[in-house]
T-cell receptor
Framework: GIQVEQSPPDLILQEGANSTLRCNFS?????LQWFHQNPWGQLINLFY???GTKQNGRLSATTVATERYSLLYISSSQTTDSGVYFCIPYTGGFKTFFGAGTRLFVKA | DVKVTQSSRYLVKRTGEKVFLECVQDMDHENMFWYRQDPGLGLRLIYFSYDVKMKEKGDIPEGYSVSREKKERFSLILESASTNQTSMYLCASSLPGAQILGYTFGSGTRLTVV
């Protein structure tokens, strides 16, 4: 199956800082989804982004499918951004491949 | 707002008990999934269902069974709970072709088996 690699594995930011999270995947994808898992365990959809760039407030994402990577940008980070960020590339069918995630902690 | 609701946020059960975890979605989604999440192992698929009364094994079905009698409800059953089933359990749903619109997850159930 598709291999998913997320980097960095852990990230500590001071509130207000910007960051870039990366998701590399080993095969062609139909779509890609970014999730934020908050400290209480809830997985919240951030973006569906098979290609191109999308923005939602302080967050934006870019997927370059031909080069098999996606980036999640967080600007002016807040403590509520803390948690784990997962990317899920979809290749079709029911099998879904999760990366190990990037664990983010934003200090006040 | 569309929702996937898991019946319990926290659950403590004794070894050997039969445990039911319930998941209900209000989006008329055909596909429903049960995952468990453990530190260092990420999310692993236990079972999924693509229609009422249909079920398929995921990567780690041993010790679990599922039931889908109605479209909106997907139940995970631990036939005889064991301590190695202590975990975070996440339910998700999607339309057919999850690759188009992706998943919606419930808020999770933290199960402790003592």
């Amino acid at each position: 199956g598709i291999q998913v690699e997320q980097s960095p594995p852990d990230l500590i930011l001071q509130e207000g800082a910007n960051s870039t999270l990366r998701c590399n995947f080993s095969d062609s994808v139909n779509n890609l989804q970014w999730f934020h898992q908050n400290p209480w365990g809830q997985l919240i959809n951030l973006f569906y982004i098979p290609s191109g760039t999308k923005q939602n407030g302080r967050l934006s994402a870019t997927t370059v499918a031909t080069e098999r990577y996606s980036l999640l940008y967080i600007s002016s980070s807040q403590t509520t951004d803390s948690g784990v960020y997962f990317c899920i590339p979809y290749t079709g069918g029911f099998k879904t491949f999760f990366g190990a995630g990037t664990r983010l902690f934003v200090k006040a | 707002d569309v929702k996937v609701t898991q019946s319990s946020r926290y659950l403590v059960k004794r070894t050997g008990e039969k445990v039911f975890l319930e998941c209900v979605q209000d989006m008329d989604h055909e596909n429903m999934f049960w995952y468990r999440q453990d530190p260092g192992l990420g999310l692993r698929l236990i079972y999924f269902s693509y229609d009422v009364k249909m079920k398929e094994k995921g990567d780690i079905p041993e010790g679990y069974s599922v039931s889908r009698e109605k479209k909106e409800r997907f139940s995970l059953i631990l036939e005889s709970a064991s301590t190695n089933q202590t975990s975070m359990y996440l339910c998700a749903s999607s339309l057919p072709g999850a690759q188009i619109l992706g998943y919606t997850f419930g808020s999770g159930t933290r199960l402790t088996v003592v």
